[in-house]
């Protein structure tokens, strides 16, 4: 599976992003697909998971603000980010994890918001 992110950008406070991550390969129907991020000097952080089932959850930070989809006939998961805050900027990495235990990282998107 390899995994193909884009979508990231320099915004103003305030403003939105689409970030789109599609996967290829051997993908099977019963997996997880997530958003992690990495601002400079910190952990990579959880944004946002969905399963196959469409089930979300959101780190607390970006509840209200951020939604989570996916498209399976795509093999695709989409972040949009609304109301943007300086402390969004990060890469942002999609991930990828099936019931064989494989776990796949996307290369990383920059996402710059600007004060």
């Known amino acids: 599976v390899q995994l193909q992110a884009c979508g990231g950008g320099l915004v103003q406070a305030g403003g939105s992003l689409r970030l789109s991550c599609a996967a290829s390969g051997s993908v099977f129907s019963i997996n997880v697909m997530c958003w992690y991020r990495q601002a400079p000097g910190k952990q990579r952080e959880l944004v946002s998971r969905?399963?196959?089932?469409?089930?979300?959850t959101y780190a607390t930070s970006v509840k209200g603000r951020f939604t989570i989809s996916r498209d399976n006939a795509k093999n695709s998961v989409y972040l949009q980010m609304n109301s943007l805050k300086p402390e969004d900027t990060a890469v942002h990495y999609c991930?990828?994890?099936?019931?064989?235990?494989?776990?796949?990282w996307g290369q990383g998107t920059q996402v710059t918001v600007s004060s």
């Open positions: 991930y990828y994890s099936d019931l064989s235990g494989l776990e796949v």
């Open positions: 969905i399963n196959s089932g469409a089930v979300t």
